[in-house]
């Protein structure tokens, strides 16, 4: 398997324009989740997916993030308008959902996404 | 709420030298614990995890032992090399609260010839 494949790699925007982030998961995986990393703040949980519906997006830092998942192999993050704080690396993540106790579902995580907004 | 706490970094070593990073826990229930790792420039990956008390995760000679009586998870290698240069994270995850991963602050290891 390819692994999560996310793209673009990098992106350079500037302030106010809208910026859109994709994933595809593993295949198989029902479960997705978006992260967010910076020096100051680390690494943020921003929303995650089980079988395509979103569960806790509680991360989502405000209504200027939006994200989706129309099907099983893909989804996006959005942000619009987009500003500089928002720059940042976006990691997305996929899992196998096994739900027994005991045994631990394992993240997958891509590459990430480098975000300048200037 | 359930949380991770690791040391704080950067950690710098010499080559071949005995690694330890702290990482202890607070949890309500009984969580599987996992360590990944992030090289530079790369997303993060599995090391090692450990899913009930007593139990040791153990991969590419880094160790970690599920201490339930002092909440911990401490990350051990007994001789590291350049190549271990990365950042460490410990995270939890509580069974039955689906996928979800707490994870710790990370701490950046630094080994030099």
């Not at chain 1, 593993?26 to 519906?53: A, D």
């Not at chain 1, 405000?62 to 976006?90: G, W």
């Not at chain 2, 899913?51 to 032992?65: L, M, Q, V, W, Y």
């Amino acid at each position: 398997d390819a692994g999560v494949i996310q793209s673009p790699r990098h992106e350079v925007t500037e302030m106010g324009q809208e910026v859109t982030l994709r994933c595809k998961p593993i295949s198989g995986h029902n479960s997705l989740f978006w992260y967010r990393q910076t020096m100051m703040r680390g690494l943020e949980l921003l929303i995650y997916f089980n079988n395509n519906v979103p569960i806790d997006d509680s991360g989502m830092p405000e209504d200027r993030f939006s994200a989706k998942m129309p099907n099983a192999s893909f989804s996006t993050l959005k942000i619009q308008p987009s500003e500089p704080r928002d720059s940042a690396v976006y990691f997305c993540a996929s899992s196998l959902a096994v739900g027994l106790v005991g045994l631990a579902n394992i993240q997958y995580f891509g590459a990430g996404t480098r975000l300048s907004v200037l | 709420g359930d949380s991770v706490t690791q040391m704080e970094g950067p950690v710098t070593l010499s080559e071949e030298a005995f690694l330890t990073i702290n990482c202890t826990y607070t949890a309500t229930g009984y969580p599987s614990l996992f360590w990944y790792v992030q090289y530079p420039g790369e997303g993060l990956q599995l090391l090692l995890k450990a899913t009930k008390a007593d139990d040791k995760g153990s991969n590419k000679g880094f160790e970690a032992t599920y201490r339930k009586e002092t909440t911990s998870f401490h990350l051990e290698k007994g001789s590291v090399q350049v190549s271990d240069s990365a950042v460490y994270f410990c995270a939890l995850q509580l069974t039955g609260g689906g996928n979800k991963l707490t994870f710790g602050t990370g701490t950046q290891l630094k080994v030099e010839l």
